[in-house]
């Protein structure tokens, strides 16, 4: 079973007058098969919590666990989280001239798995998930990222997802940037990817558009380093109505 524990987290992060603390205490427990959104203005911490859980060196844990599966991957290299079951997808994917998609999902799935996957095997379940998010089979051969579209490379994103299937998925914005058929297509794949039911998710997004395709079992506000509000679909629908004024009035004041 996947359950993802953030306990207490403080991060800070480097800059050119020194460290700048910007998560303040964040709890959050994700259950195997719930979807969690998080939602809230820009730079209230929402990608900082990410990168913070996936381990990016940019980001300092101060206070405060994760765990996954009750095993604290705090102090594990971004490789040794991937390994222990930790997916991100990041709302700015970066291209690598030179790799070839195909070469990228083997070594991927192998560097996680420890050992290569069939080769047979393997090709048919690549081709079948590219054609699911309507993804050409020559798309295989081009390389990361590079001179792919918007929705191209969220639906990229989606396809590791499928493919390495995680026990815990971070997703950074993967609405950003989406045509509806693209969104649709995103949404769809990453309901496939949760309906296997022992799987964490947590999705990170400014809008409700894509909660009308993907169903959250909570929805969390947050502002200023902190969850400050949580509850069910129809907070989303409140936020789209009446925007985070209110709750940023709320954490100045606290």
Do not use: C
Request: glycine share 8%.
């Amino acid at each position: 079973m996947s359950t993802l524990v953030i306990s207490d987290l403080h991060v800070d992060i480097q800059t050119e007058d020194g460290p700048k603390q910007i998560l303040k205490g964040v709890n959050l427990t994700i259950n195997p098969g719930e979807i969690h959104a998080l939602m809230g203005p820009n730079g209230s911490g929402k990608s900082t919590l990410a990168y913070a859980i996936a381990g990016h060196p940019k980001y300092e844990i101060t206070q405060g666990t994760v765990t996954l599966d009750g095993e604290d991957i705090t102090e594990m290299s971004v490789d040794e989280r991937a390994r222990a079951g930790l997916f991100l997808a990041m709302q700015y994917p970066v291209e690598v001239p030179g790799v070839s998609v195909a070469n990228f999902l083997r070594t991927a799935k192998t560097a996680i798995d420890g050992e290569a996957p069939k080769v047979r095997t393997w090709v048919k379940e690549v081709e079948q998930t590219l054609a699911d998010l309507q993804l050409d089979k020559s798309f295989s051969s081009r390389s990361v990222n590079e001179g792919f579209s918007g929705g191209e490379k969220k639906r990229h994103e989606i396809a590791q997802l499928q493919l390495l299937n995680p026990k815990a998925a971070i997703l950074d914005e993967t609405d950003s940037g989406l045509d509806i058929d693209a969104l649709r297509i995103v949404s769809e794949g990453v309901n496939k990817y949760s309906a296997q039911g022992d799987r964490a998710v947590v999705l990170i997004t400014h809008y409700t558009r894509i909660l009308r395709y993907i169903e959250p079992t909570f929805v969390h506000v947050f502002v200023d380093g902190r969850i400050v509000a949580e509850g069910g679909k129809e907070l989303a629908e409140n936020l789209e109505a009446e925007g985070y004024e209110k709750y940023i009035k709320e954490a100045a004041n606290a």
